[in-house]
C-alpha cells in the first residue's frame, strides 16, 4: 500500500497553505496559538473567507458548495488548517445536521437552511444529550406532540455547545411512547428564538461557558421542520454521530501543540534551565511525536481504503483513530502543564467577554492558558463516542470478540 502524497496532492497541500497563510487573520492566528477558544465574530470571519474561496463545506455535495474534493484532499486540507492555527469549523452545521438535511430532508429545507451554513450566516447548537440520557441517548425524555400544523417540545437537553449563540438547534425527541426506544425518535429543527425556549449556562472546569442547559416549555415548530420520517429520528442520529467521530483524531492540531511545546520548552520558565535540557522530558516528548506518527500512517491507510473505493460500513478503523487521537491531544497538554510547571498554579480561566482577569499575569503571559487547555481537552475522550464504547466497537468488529 503506498501511503504517499501524489504529485497532484503535493501541489494542493501547498496551494491550502499557501492560501491560509496569505488570508488567516493573524489575531485569530495568534488567539488561537496561544490556546484561547476564538470569539463568535472570529469564526463567522474566518468561515466566511473561506466561503468566498468555495471552500467552508469541501465535503459536502458540489451542488450544495462542496469541492469534489477526493477523501485525501480533505484530510490535506484540515490537517494544514489545524497545524495552521485556524479555527475549526462549526461542526454543528458543517458536519451534523447539515448532511443529514442535504441526505434525508425535504428539498425546501435544502434550500431554506444549506447556503446559510455554508457562510455561518445561521448559527446551529446541537440538541441531543439530556440530564439521564447521554451514553444512552435512546432514553431520552423530550417530547415532541402534533397540535394542528405544529409540533409541541417539552424537555430539557444539557451540555449543549456554544447555545448560547445559536439561531437554530436540531433536537431529537420522542413522538411515539408506545414502540421500541429507538424507533420512537424525531429529527425536528427548531428556531431559538421560539417562545418557550430557555438557555442556562454551564460552568466547566477550565472555567469557561462553553456548554448549556436548553429548557423546551410548549415550544412549537411547524411541522415542516421535522426532517425525513416521523419516528426515524434514531437512524439518523446514528448517521449524524458517524459524521461527528471523522476527523476527530485532530492529527493537524497535535503538530500544531507539539510544535509549540518544542517553541516554549527552549525558554527559561523558572530556574536557570529550559525545560529541554531536561532528558526525562525529551524522552517523553519523543515519544508522543512516534505516537503520533503512528496515528498518521492510521490514518492514511483508512483514507487510502476510501481512495480504492472500498465501501460499506464505516471502516470500524476510525474507532481506533478517535482513541489514539483523543489520547494525544491529552498527553499534548500535559506535556505542555510540564513546560509551564509551577504556573499552571495560577489558574486563569477565560472570562465570558474574552478579557482577562489577572492584570498583570503571574508568570510568562503564554502561561495563562495551559492549565485551561489542559482540564478542557479532559473532555476529548467522551465525545463523538466515549473510548470505552470505542474499544467495543474495536473488539467486535475487528478482534472478532
Given at each position: 500500500m503506498d501511503l504517499r502524497f501524489t504529485?497532484?496532492?503535493?501541489?494542493?497541500?501547498?496551494?491550502?497553505?499557501?492560501?491560509?497563510?496569505?488570508?488567516?487573520?493573524?489575531?485569530?492566528?495568534?488567539?488561537?496559538?496561544?490556546g484561547r477558544h476564538p470569539s463568535k465574530d472570529d469564526m463567522v470571519r474566518w468561515t466566511r473567507i473561506l466561503a468566498a474561496k468555495g471552500?467552508?463545506?469541501?465535503?459536502?455535495?458540489?451542488?450544495?458548495?462542496?469541492?469534489?474534493?477526493?477523501?485525501?484532499?480533505?484530510?490535506?486540507?484540515?490537517?494544514?488548517?489545524q497545524r495552521a492555527n485556524a479555527p475549526e469549523s462549526l461542526a454543528f452545521g458543517t458536519s451534523m445536521v447539515g448532511p443529514v438535511i442535504y441526505t434525508f430532508?425535504?428539498?425546501?429545507?435544502?434550500?431554506?437552511?444549506?447556503?446559510?451554513?455554508?457562510d455561518l450566516s445561521e448559527w446551529w447548537c446541537q440538541g441531543f444529550s439530556e440530564p439521564g440520557a447521554g451514553s444512552d441517548l435512546a432514553g431520552l425524555r423530550t417530547t415532541a406532540k402534533r397540535d394542528g400544523a405544529e409540533w409541541v417540545i417539552e424537555g430539557q437537553k444539557t451540555w449543549t455547545t456554544l447555545a448560547q449563540y445559536a439561531d437554530w438547534i436540531f433536537v431529537l425527541a420522542r413522538t411515539d411512547a408506545n414502540v421500541k426506544k429507538q424507533e420512537g425518535i424525531s429529527f425536528i429543527l427548531v428556531d431559538m428564538k421560539s417562545p418557550g425556549v430557555t438557555v442556562r449556562p454551564i460552568q466547566t472546569i477550565d472555567g469557561g461557558y462553553e456548554v448549556n442547559e436548553v429548557f423546551f416549555d410548549g415550544v412549537r415548530a411547524p411541522l415542516d421542520n421535522l426532517v425525513g420520517q416521523e419516528n426515524k429520528g434514531w437512524d439518523y442520529a446514528k448517521f449524524l454521530l458517524g459524521n461527528e467521530r471523522n476527523?476527530?483524531?485532530?492529527?493537524?492540531?497535535s503538530k500544531a501543540r507539539l510544535?509549540?511545546?518544542?517553541?516554549?520548552?527552549?525558554?527559561?520558565?523558572?530556574?536557570?534551565?529550559?525545560?529541554?535540557?531536561?532528558?526525562?522530558?525529551?524522552?517523553?516528548?519523543?515519544?508522543?511525536?512516534?505516537?503520533?506518527?503512528?496515528?498518521?500512517?492510521?490514518?492514511?491507510?483508512?483514507?487510502?481504503?476510501?481512495r480504492r473505493g472500498e465501501k460499506g460500513k464505516p471502516d470500524p478503523a476510525s474507532s481506533v483513530l478517535k482513541i489514539k487521537g483523543s489520547e494525544l491531544q491529552q498527553a499534548t497538554t500535559e506535556l505542555l502543564m510540564d513546560v509551564v510547571g509551577p504556573y499552571a498554579l495560577a489558574f486563569e480561566p477565560e472570562r465570558e467577554d474574552g478579557e482577562r482577569w489577572n492584570e498583570p499575569p503571574v508568570g510568562p503571559d503564554w502561561a495563562a492558558t495551559i492549565a485551561p487547555t489542559y482540564f478542557n481537552t479532559r473532555k476529548v475522550s467522551i465525545y463523538g463516542g466515549s473510548n470505552e464504547i470505542q474499544r467495543s466497537i474495536i473488539a467486535k468488529a475487528i478482534l472478532g470478540l
Open positions: 504529485e497532484e496532492e503535493v501541489a494542493f497541500r501547498d496551494e491550502v497553505r499557501a492560501f491560509v497563510r496569505a488570508n488567516l487573520p493573524a489575531s485569530i492566528r495568534d488567539k488561537i496559538a496561544g471552500w467552508s463545506v469541501p465535503h459536502w455535495p458540489v451542488e450544495w458548495g462542496g469541492t469534489g474534493w477526493s477523501p485525501i484532499k480533505r484530510l490535506i486540507f484540515n490537517d494544514e488548517l430532508g425535504s428539498q425546501a429545507q435544502k434550500e431554506r437552511f444549506l447556503p446559510h451554513i455554508v476527523g476527530i483524531a485532530r492529527v493537524g492540531l510544535a509549540r511545546i518544542r517553541q516554549l520548552a527552549a525558554l527559561p520558565t523558572y530556574g536557570d534551565q529550559p525545560k529541554m535540557a531536561d532528558p526525562i522530558f525529551r524522552m517523553k516528548l519523543a515519544a508522543v511525536e512516534v505516537e503520533l506518527k503512528a496515528l498518521e500512517m492510521t490514518q492514511m491507510r483508512v483514507i487510502a481504503g476510501e
